[in-house]
């Protein structure tokens, strides 16, 4: 096994990062932890060309700028498969996001591969090589890192600058390349990664929500959003969803009852729970007009189960005959949107998504289109 050498000063970083920005694509990968902390901490940075790679050490006294500079260089193509960590990680740090990019876990699902394609399983059907997960699950902020560690973190990058032309080629074959492409517009857009604590609320999961008690727990997730970026911590490790959501429902009016609720984390302070009464209170002054609308994913649509399955039947054909992933043409959340009548604005109808499964739910809709089985394989009629 070829000893790994891992870049932590500044001269060696200069002259690797010289020969980087000569490339046209580079592959990227990161190592991270983010267990104990709000934000990720970045553990080491490989970067891959056709010819030569290297293994990066952040948590040296090394100055990234370099690094910086090859991300934010708009001639060189950078490849990540999975990448949208990647990115968050970068752009905290960063304030930017690379750009141009390619994710060949997303390509992987115009490929026929299925819905979210795990590296070793990308590596096998290009490569034809098993990996090794043996070091998957290391302490990255251990140092010194041992060379079987840093042989794995490097393997990522050479393997997949090697997989992007045979995946690219593939999808090229298939006449994709622009569906692709505006899948990878999505991770470039700076909200899904500068979250507005205003917004958390939103992605709480909570059943048969009322509006009152959405206007509590809005406030709340935008107290604990503000509070875990100031101490670093999780979320779920200052106070978890579901308790926000108890107290939301409670509205407890004294620190006694906020104890008294099952699960009410000892990280908080008597102060914590008084900006949380304060916040109850608050809140409760909010006229109702102004009180959060009850999203249409959080609503229980009561739609007749046989109909779903009828809709999941033609999803699940048009991803066979398209090759394309079911996960990536729509989820079932918008099927129960369809079923309920709530179409208007719906991404699966418009552009690729409508061409290879939106206007054939139209079909069906209208009566236009049934299901036969020959030859032990479903068929779709068209009248």
């Given at each position: 096994?070829?000893?790994?050498?891992?870049?932590?000063?500044?001269?060696?970083l200069?002259?690797?990062?010289?020969?980087?920005?000569?490339?046209?694509v580079?592959?990227?990968?990161?190592?991270?932890?983010?267990?104990?902390?709000?934000?990720?901490?970045?553990?080491?940075?490989?970067?891959?060309s056709?010819?030569?790679?290297?293994?990066?050490?952040?948590?040296?006294e090394?100055?990234?700028?370099?690094?910086?500079?090859?991300?934010?260089?708009?001639?060189?193509?950078?490849?990540?498969?999975?990448?949208?960590?990647?990115l968050?990680?970068?752009?905290?740090?960063?304030?930017?996001?690379?750009?141009?990019?390619?994710?060949?876990?997303i390509?992987?699902?115009?490929?026929?591969?299925?819905?979210?394609?795990?590296?070793?399983?990308?590596?096998n059907?290009?490569?034809?090589?098993?990996?090794?997960?043996?070091?998957?699950?290391?302490?990255?902020?251990?140092?010194?890192l041992?060379?079987?560690?840093?042989?794995?973190?490097?393997?990522?990058?050479?393997?997949?600058?090697?997989?992007?032309?045979?995946?690219?080629?593939?999808?090229k074959?298939t006449?994709?390349?622009?569906?692709?492409?505006?899948?990878?517009q999505?991770?470039?857009?700076?909200?899904?990664?500068?979250?507005?604590?205003n917004?958390?609320?939103?992605?709480?999961?909570?059943?048969?929500?009322?509006?009152?008690?959405l206007?509590?727990?809005?406030?709340?997730?935008?107290?604990r959003e503000?509070?875990?970026?100031?101490?670093?911590?999780?979320?779920?490790?200052l106070?978890?969803?579901?308790?926000?959501?108890?107290?939301?429902?409670?509205k407890?009016?004294?620190?006694?009852?906020?104890?008294?609720?099952r699960?009410?984390?000892?990280?908080?302070?008597?102060?914590?729970l008084?900006?949380?009464?304060?916040?109850?209170?608050?809140?409760?002054?909010?006229?109702?007009?102004?009180?959060?609308?009850?999203p249409?994913?959080?609503?229980?649509?009561?739609?007749?189960?046989?109909?779903?399955?009828?809709?999941?039947?033609?999803l699940?054909?048009?991803?066979?005959?398209?090759?394309?992933a079911?996960?990536?043409?729509?989820?079932?959340?918008e099927?129960?949107?369809?079923l309920?009548?709530?179409?208007?604005?719906?991404?699966?109808?418009?552009?690729?998504?409508?061409?290879?499964?939106?206007k054939?739910?139209?079909?069906?809709?209208?009566?236009?289109?049934?299901?036969t089985i020959?030859?032990n394989k479903?068929?779709?009629?068209?009248?």
């Open positions: 096994m070829d000893k790994v050498n891992i870049i932590n000063d500044n001269n060696t200069k002259k690797f990062c010289n020969k980087c920005i000569k490339e046209k580079l592959a990227i990968d990161t190592e991270f932890i983010r267990e104990n902390t709000y934000y990720p901490i970045l553990c080491l940075v490989q970067i891959a056709d010819s030569f790679s290297a293994v990066i050490d952040p948590l040296s090394i100055d990234m700028e370099p690094v910086w500079a090859i991300l934010s260089n708009e001639k060189i193509l950078k490849v990540f498969h999975a990448g949208r960590q990647d968050e990680i970068f752009f905290n740090l960063t304030g930017k996001i690379p750009k141009p990019i390619y994710d060949t876990q390509a992987a699902m115009f490929c026929g591969l299925g819905d979210q394609v795990s590296y070793d399983r990308l590596v059907k290009f490569l034809g090589l098993n990996i090794s997960k043996e070091s998957q699950f290391s302490n990255w902020l251990q140092r010194p041992t060379n079987k560690q840093l042989q794995y973190a490097l393997s990522d990058v050479n393997y997949l600058i090697k997989i992007f032309p045979l995946i690219k080629k593939t999808i074959e006449n994709r390349a622009e569906w692709v492409e505006k899948e990878f999505y991770l470039t857009n700076k909200k899904i990664y500068d979250i507005n604590p917004e958390v609320w939103k992605k709480i999961k909570i059943k048969n929500p009322k509006r009152e008690v206007n509590i727990l809005k406030y709340l997730a935008e107290w503000i509070e875990c970026k100031k101490r670093n911590l999780p979320r779920n490790r106070i978890r969803d579901e308790i926000l959501v108890t107290i939301s429902q409670l407890p009016n004294d620190i006694f009852s906020i104890k008294k609720i699960g009410i984390p000892k990280i908080l302070c008597d102060n914590d008084n900006s949380i009464l304060k916040i109850i209170k608050i809140s409760d002054k909010i006229e109702s007009n102004k009180w959060p609308k009850i249409k994913y959080s609503k229980k649509l009561n739609v007749n189960k046989a109909s779903l399955d009828l809709l999941k039947l033609l699940s054909y048009c991803s066979q005959k398209s090759g394309l079911e996960k990536l043409i729509v989820d079932a959340d099927l129960r949107l369809i309920d009548g709530q179409m208007e604005g719906l991404e699966v109808f418009k552009g690729w998504r409508n061409e290879i499964f939106g054939f739910v139209n079909l069906l809709l209208s009566g236009k289109i049934a299901f020959k030859d479903i068929k779709k009629i068209e009248f």
